[in-house]
């Protein structure tokens, strides 16, 4: 029976060791693991202070593209979409059926069949424009002209709604 239960201690002794080097191989795999996950995350801060390097002078040494990241910008607020603000930017014309808002909290305008171009102004200067004017003021001719069209149609109706003898 003692020798039973010697044999019975040793196979514990043996089972807490394994135990301890399990313990302690997974204490150094999850500082492995750490010390990966800082070593990635250094590294790909180092790729984005890169890049951001690049961008910055690509935009310094060719100005026009971040005129070209401007208007991309541009045409997505007055409504146009990714296919047709692509034709845009490439300084194709686009003829344009649909809504176009002067921002996004505007209200928006119908453009029925109407050209948009993006023009280059200068060397370093793109502007969007709706039937050869700058978008934001033909948006705003177009409300303009809808408020008109409203408050004469309100006279016509006040005129014709008064008692006559």
């Not at 649909?98 to 102004?121: D, F, M, P």
């Not at 969007?128 to 978008?135: D, K, R, V």
Request: with cysteine; proline share 1%; net charge neutral.
């Amino acid at each position: 029976m003692e020798k039973e239960n010697e044999q019975l201690k040793g196979e514990i002794k043996l089972r807490d060791s394994q135990i301890d080097k399990l313990k302690a191989d997974m204490k150094q795999q999850n500082e492995n693991h750490a010390d990966d996950i800082r070593y990635t995350k250094l590294q790909m801060q180092k790729t984005i202070n890169e890049q951001e390097r690049t961008i910055n002078k690509i935009l310094r040494w060719f100005p026009i593209v971040g005129e070209y990241l401007r208007i991309e910008k541009e045409c997505f607020e007055h409504g146009f979409n990714e296919e047709q603000t692509d034709k845009l930017v490439h300084g194709q014309t686009l003829n344009f059926r649909g809504y176009l808002q002067e921002n996004k909290r505007s209200a928006k305008v119908w453009a029925e069949s109407v050209t948009a171009k993006v023009v280059k102004i200068s060397k370093d200067s793109l502007q969007l424009t709706i039937e050869h004017s700058p978008i934001v003021l033909w948006i705003k001719q177009q409300v303009e002209r809808t408020k008109q069209e409203r408050q004469n149609e309100e006279q016509k109706m006040s005129n014709h709604h008064g008692f006559h003898l």
